[in-house]
């Protein structure tokens, strides 16, 4: 039997699972292949984190478009830089006292 894909609405975990049974590849295998644990992909799945490079290797894995499994548009990114942009004002921020 082959599990059909509904098409106009995001995969659930539940389908993404059933299609991992069927290619015959586990999320294992899958964290094994990009460099993470199981339990991020698992979190992946369950939408409970939203990280665009395991993102693509699971539909990558089952054979289906970002969008086809996720509902949305790759962002073409992995990841932003972390925290504020850093200021340019280094007097400021350095933590030199000004002698007088």
Known sequence: MVYEIHHGR???PCDIKILLLQRGTTQ????DSIGVDAATVSQ????RRRTP????????????SYRSCWGEDDPGIDR?????PKSTNTLAHSGATQGR
């Open 28 to 31: 294992q295998s899958i964290a």
């Open 10 to 12: 995001p995969m659930t």
């Open 53 to 64: 490079f395991v993102r693509r290797a699971i539909a990558a894995e089952l054979r289906i």
């Open 44 to 47: 992946v799945i369950h939408r």
């Open 80 to 84: 932003l830089p972390a925290g504020r």
